[in-house]
């Protein structure tokens, strides 16, 4: 079944303390991204990646940090967690090709940092 | 920066009633997108419009897009309980280096 998978689905943490969301996807897909969603403000592209080693900063980087080694993963890192990090994060891919022009979302990571 | 913003931004039915929901834009696109999230969850894709398309059909959904006016619309006729949801538009402009820009969505309850 083709899908995009994250985990953890729910983490709670405390300030300073260093995490990694993982994303993987099964699609072969060349482009990934992470978003945040808050209330009243939509989703925010923070990273996103065209293909492997290739990544770029989307609107909202500040406090995060990504890889891509592999096609399939795309981990989101924060460092430094801090409160205004808490949010439900969604990891999406899309194939580049004309026509392949669907994001497909991972289920959401809802994160809480106190 | 957020390209698409949808009006209006809650809409309350009743079943059978159709829903319409509007989304502007600010630059040249590829092609606008509109999903669908369910309270909590990952959004899911409905339908794709390419800048040299007006109109799209796909079962109870209908879009239009406008490039003239920088808009779409997405018509859901005979909505039911099950179309509550928000629903985003989202735009794909390929010389920006990223694929899609989503705006902050519009929250549609249908009541039975």
């Known amino acids: 079944e083709a899908q995009v998978t994250q985990n953890p689905r729910y983490l709670i943490t405390v300030t300073g303390k260093k995490l990694t969301v993982t994303c993987s996807q099964n699609m072969n897909h060349e482009y990934m991204s992470w978003y945040r969603q808050d209330p009243g403000l939509g989703l925010r592209q923070i990273y996103y990646?065209?293909?492997?080693?290739?990544?770029d900063k989307g609107d909202v980087p500040e406090g995060y940090k990504v890889s891509r080694k592999e096609k399939r993963n795309f981990p989101l890192i924060l460092e430094s967690p801090s409160p205004n990090q808490t949010s439900l994060y969604f990891c999406?891919?899309?194939?580049?090709?004309?026509?392949?022009?669907?994001?497909?979302f991972g289920p959401g990571t809802r994160l809480t940092v106190l | 920066s957020q390209q698409g913003e949808e009006d209006p931004q809650a809409l309350s039915i009743q079943e059978g009633e159709n829903a319409t929901m509007n989304c502007s834009y600010k630059t040249s696109i590829n092609n606008l997108q509109w999903y669908r999230q369910n309270s909590g969850r990952g959004l899911v894709h409905l339908i794709l419009i390419r800048s040299n398309e007006r109109e799209k059909h796909s079962g109870r959904l209908r879009v239009t897009l406008d490039t003239s006016k920088k808009s779409s619309s997405l018509l859901i006729t005979a909505s039911r309980a099950a179309d509550t949801a928000s629903y985003f538009c989202?735009?794909?402009?390929?010389?920006?280096?990223?694929?899609?820009?989503f705006g902050k969505g519009t929250t549609l309850s249908v009541s039975s």
């Open positions: 999406a891919s899309a194939g580049l090709g004309a026509g392949a022009d669907t994001q497909y």
């Open positions: 990646s065209m293909n492997v080693e290739v990544t």
């Open positions: 989202a735009t794909a402009a390929y010389q920006a280096g990223t694929a899609l820009i």
